[in-house]
C-alpha cells in the first residue's frame, strides 16, 4: 500500500495570504494526484486530479505541481471560502489512499 | 446535474450486517466506476471499494475484504454495499462516489453508519 503523507497537519493563514500544503507518497505515484477540498460538515470536494488539472469549478488561485513522490497544492490568496480541510489521494495503485489531510485555517 | 445519493445508514450491534445504497442520477451510470469511501468520526478518507461500470471488477481495501461487498444494479442505476461481520471500527460516513475513472469527482453527501452495542 502507498503511504501519502501530508504537512503540515494544520496551516494557520491570514486571508489574502498564499497557503502551501505538501504531500509525499511513500513510493512514486506518477502523476496520478489528486486533491480534494473538504468545508466543515461537508463531502469532500474533487480539486484537483492528473496534479495539476484545475477540476470543473475550482478557482484559479489553486494550482499544483510536482511529480513521482512529491506534490505541492498551493493557494494564491487565500479566500474565506477555502479554509478547510485539503486531502491528497494517489490513484496510480489500488487500494487508492489519501493523504491524513491539511486543515487550513484562519491565522 | 450529476446527483448521488446514499440511504441505508444506521445503528448496528457488532457483529450484524447492513446494505448502503446509492442512488445516481445525472449521468451515464453504466460508463464509470463507482466507489465507496469512509471516513470515521473526525479522521481521514479511506476507500473501502471500488467497482466497475459494468460490474464485473471489484476492489476492496484490506480493513474490509472478505466482509464487505460491493455490487450495482445499473438498470436501476444504483450502486450498493454489503456490510456483514460488522465491527466498531467500521464506524463512519460513508460517501459514495463517481470514479472518472480513477479519482472521485463526484461526492454524496454521506450515510451515517454506527456499530455499537
Known amino acids: 500500500e502507498i503511504v501519502m503523507t501530508q504537512s503540515p497537519a494544520t496551516l494557520s493563514v491570514s486571508p489574502g495570504e498564499r497557503a502551501t500544503l505538501s504531500c509525499r507518497a511513500s513510493q512514486s505515484v506518477s502523476s496520478k494526484l489528486a486533491w480534494y477540498q473538504q468545508r466543515r460538515g461537508q463531502a469532500p470536494r474533487l480539486l484537483m486530479y492528473?496534479?495539476?488539472t484545475r477540476a470543473s469549478g475550482t478557482p484559479a488561485r489553486f494550482s499544483g505541481s510536482g511529480s513521482g513522490t512529491e506534490f505541492t497544492l498551493t493557494i494564491s490568496s487565500l479566500q474565506s471560502e477555502d479554509f478547510a480541510v485539503y486531502y491528497c489521494?494517489?490513484?496510480?495503485?489500488?487500494?487508492?489512499?489519501f493523504g491524513q489531510g491539511t486543515k487550513v485555517e484562519i491565522k | 446535474e450529476v446527483q448521488l445519493v446514499e440511504s441505508g445508514g444506521g445503528l448496528v450491534q457488532p457483529g450484524g450486517s447492513l446494505r448502503l445504497s446509492c442512488a445516481a442520477s445525472?449521468?451515464?451510470?453504466?460508463?464509470?466506476?463507482m466507489t465507496w469511501v469512509r471516513q470515521a468520526p473526525g479522521r481521514g478518507l479511506e476507500c473501502v471499494a471500488s467497482i466497475s461500470g459494468s460490474g464485473d471488477t471489484a476492489y476492496y481495501g484490506d480493513s474490509v475484504k472478505g466482509r464487505f461487498t460491493i455490487s450495482r444494479d445499473n438498470s436501476k442505476n444504483t450502486l450498493y454495499l454489503q456490510m456483514n461481520s460488522l465491527r466498531a471500527e467500521d464506524t463512519a460516513i460513508y460517501y459514495c462516489g463517481k470514479t472518472a475513472p480513477y479519482y472521485l469527482d463526484y461526492w454524496g453527501q454521506g450515510t451515517l453508519v454506527t456499530v455499537s452495542s
Open positions: 492528473g496534479v495539476s
Open positions: 489521494q494517489q490513484y496510480n495503485n489500488w487500494p487508492r489512499t
Open positions: 445525472g449521468f451515464t451510470f453504466i460508463n464509470y466506476g
